[in-house]
């Protein structure tokens, strides 16, 4: 088993910037990629971006060149630096974590992020 704490959410105005954390523990051994998904109200989740444990990482089009996504092994954490932060941001950011032999999602409870003037 493997558990996933978020943290890092928040209100922030348009332009602003946050950082998100995600602290694995458990069978960490056995993750592959990572990833952080949100989910606005009344929209299915969608993927923001993914980190591979070669350090690949992929994003959605719609934060690319403002969202960075990274990976401390040391600390087994999850990062996400959000920046430019607009109101279609807002949702709930979950952090993922795939079981490299069979595919299995691991999920955090998520966290609020709101962007509003």
């Known amino acids: 088993q493997v558990q996933l704490v978020e943290s890092g959410g928040g209100l922030v105005q348009p332009g602003g910037s946050l950082r998100l954390s995600c602290a694995a523990s458990?069978?960490?051994?056995?993750?592959?990629?990572m990833g952080w998904y949100r989910q606005a109200p009344g929209k299915q989740r969608e993927l923001v971006a993914v980190i591979t444990s070669g350090g690949s990482t992929n994003y959605a089009d719609s934060v690319k060149g403002r969202f960075t996504i990274s990976r401390d092994y040391a600390k087994n954490t999850l990062y996400l630096r959000m920046n430019s932060l607009k109101p279609k941001d807002t949702a709930v950011y979950y952090c993922n974590a795939n079981r490299d032999w069979d595919g299995y999602d691991y999920w955090g409870q998520g966290t609020q992020v709101t962007v509003s003037s």
């Open positions: 458990g069978s960490i051994f056995s993750i592959g990629s």
